[in-house]
């Protein structure tokens, strides 16, 4: 087992693939980077959402399908760099 550090919302994508990608801390969304970064098979583990308590999830990556699913509620400080996108069309 190895362990690797690097930038918060890029990841280390020359050692890439990897099994698993445990962000440590609450983001306000996945940035593509580092999913892109999870070997087949592999798994990616983070908190997500705005609010102070959120959501754990576990992302799966199968040949090119990429599910998640909620573990359970986690409060966590947020990271910085993980900005939520806003929608570009609201009624």
């Not at 959501?55 to 040949?63: D, E, Q």
């Not at 909620?70 to 939520?84: E, I, M, N, Q, W």
């Amino acid at each position: 087992m190895t362990v690797v550090e690097g930038p918060l919302a890029g990841g280390v994508a020359g050692e890439a693939p990897f099994d698993v990608i445990l962000v440590e801390g609450r983001i306000g969304d996945l940035p593509s980077e580092l999913i892109a970064q999870v070997a087949d098979g592999g798994r990616l583990v983070t908190v997500v959402g705005e609010a102070e308590m959120a959501k754990a999830r576990i992302w799966t990556v199968a040949g090119a399908a990429v599910a998640s699913r909620d573990a359970f509620d986690a409060s966590v400080a947020a990271l910085p760099g993980f900005v939520k996108e806003a929608p570009s069309f609201v009624f």
